[in-house]
């Protein structure tokens, strides 16, 4: 039987993993090869890395922390891809096919897509069309106003509102060939009030394609609640997965043992990396 | 294997941690040196079967599957070995499997087939040593090999249809999930296949 996915998100920032609120407060978190070496311990289903510097500098510049430094994304994907049992979807700064090849090479498992293909919605058809639709991952951010959901286009400057509706963005997405969707509150980031699940419940009624839930996680009880009163195929989370040793493990067995489908908790006691 | 799609790193990784010697490569010397063959996959059945005529010797492949070495196709890699792949539009595989054919999964269920799932193990082989029936494994794929002799179904999966998820055929083995990022069971199945005699 297939298995309900429980989905570490980690957000890099300029060499950085760092912790969200609300898309706009950022705390430094650590090195990222470390903390994927962790979750792969953890038998973590997968994992989305989401690249959201706004520069193209991949270094820390900082000597005292005996971290890996990182020439560019390439080079930090090689890096992390060496630790990762499970497969990885890295997303952010992705404009063009050959982006794309270029990350899938450097050892992405999926790629995710977000303000390109708002921008130019074709490229989520000729990506489909390349690499497969099963690698095309679309990433959706959307900000709750009452009843509406609207969504939230980044741009380079910040983000502007914009008061399309995202359940017609999805089906658009959908048809043009994405695989899956990666669907987020931005609304709900880093507050630890639980998921969007009236949202969530229409939205993976609506579609075809698997839909990851993606913020507002502050217990495990959240993601049970996301599991049981929807249709998503996986349950993703950022923050409370980074502060609690085991937590992919932890995570996974309380869901277990709610007669949730998810696969059995493991864990890897190997050696880790300095 | 190299040919410039498919996540030949990540195998490469999976290689290299379990302490099997292995190079990426798509030239004749390289492929006639190797012990074992493995040809990876993600991605469209047409778009990689183009890269595949581009970049391997494919006539020298198809000699050293004659001549009995072990080759293990994953994935999209396994889907190859068709006959034809409809993925699109009707494409011709490497045929290393005559009369099978590479079809969509039914519309019934959410697509593509992506996450952990289980195999239910159809016939003993070497490939599955050490691994037990019902184990997970992860799959991302919308497509599968249809028309195999029952004899080179090895495990089924079943996701809105029973689907072959190991096949062998000879010193030919075809996983349709991904063992590279199938964590223990993965690499138990990886281990497996380096230890098969040519």
Redesign the interface.
């Given at each position: 039987m297939k298995k309900k996915r429980v989905i570490p998100v980690l957000l890099h920032k300029e060499g950085w993993l760092v912790q969200s609120k609300n898309f706009s407060e950022y705390k430094r978190l650590g090195n990222a090869q470390k903390a994927v070496q962790r979750l792969s311990e953890w038998d973590s289903d997968e994992l989305i890395y989401l690249d959201i510097s706004k520069t193209e500098s991949y270094t820390t510049h900082r000597s005292d922390t005996a971290a890996p430094e990182y020439d560019d994304l390439s080079d930090l994907l090689r890096e992390v891809s060496k630790v990762a049992r499970m497969p990885i979807t890295i997303g952010g700064g992705i404009k063009t096919l050959y982006d794309i090849e270029v990350r899938l090479r450097a050892g992405a498992d999926k790629i995710s897509l977000n303000r390109a293909a708002i921008a130019d919605p074709s490229l989520i058809s000729s990506a489909s069309r390349e690499f497969g639709r099963q690698c095309i991952v679309v990433s959706i951010d959307y900000d709750e106003y009452g009843t509406e959901r609207h969504l939230r286009v980044n741009n380079k400057n910040g983000t502007i509102g914009n008061p399309r509706s995202t359940l017609d963005w999805l089906l658009k997405v959908e048809e043009l060939g994405a695989g899956e969707i990666l669907l987020n509150s931005a609304s709900r980031d880093g507050m630890k009030s639980g998921y969007d699940i009236s949202f969530l419940a229409k939205v993976s009624e609506a579609l075809n394609i698997p839909v990851i839930a993606c913020g507002g996680a502050g217990k495990w009880e959240h993601l049970a609640e996301v599991l049981t009163e929807t249709n998503v195929d996986a349950v993703a989370a950022a923050n409370i997965f980074h502060f609690q040793d085991q937590s992919v493990y932890l995570a996974r067995r309380y869901l277990a043992s709610k007669g949730l489908p998810v696969r059995p908790p493991s864990i890897q006691t190997k050696k880790r990396i300095n | 294997m190299d040919y410039g799609?498919g996540?030949?790193?990540?195998v490469k990784?999976?290689f290299?941690?379990l302490g099997v010697e292995n190079f990426v490569s798509n030239e004749v010397l390289d492929i006639l040196k190797a012990s074992h063959l493995v040809l990876p996959g993600?991605?469209?059945f047409k778009?990689s079967m183009e890269k595949i005529e581009k970049k391997l010797p494919i006539d020298v492949l198809r000699a050293q599957v004659l001549l009995g070495k072990p080759l293990l196709g994953i994935c999209?890699g396994m889907q190859v070995f068709a006959e034809s792949g409809f993925?699109?539009e009707i494409h011709p595989g490497l045929n290393l499997i005559p009369g099978s054919e590479v079809i969509e999964l039914p519309t019934k269920v959410?697509?593509?087939?992506?996450?952990?799932?289980?195999i239910e193990i159809q016939k003993s082989h070497p490939i599955l040593n050490n691994i037990d029936n019902g184990a997970?494994f992860?799959f991302?794929?919308?497509y599968f090999v249809s028309k195999i002799e029952d004899s080179s179904l090895i495990a089924s999966c079943?996701?809105g249809v029973k689907f072959p998820a190991v096949l062998a055929n000879n010193n030919l083995i075809g996983v349709q999930f991904?063992p590279e990022?199938s964590?223990?069971n993965?690499?138990t199945l990886l281990q497996n296949f380096v230890e098969l005699i040519a």
């Open positions: - | 799609s996540n030949v790193a990540s990784n999976s290299d941690r993600v991605g469209a778009a999209v993925e699109f959410p697509k593509p087939h992506v996450g952990w799932d289980s997970d992860y991302v794929h919308s079943d996701y991904h990022k964590q223990n993965g690499d």
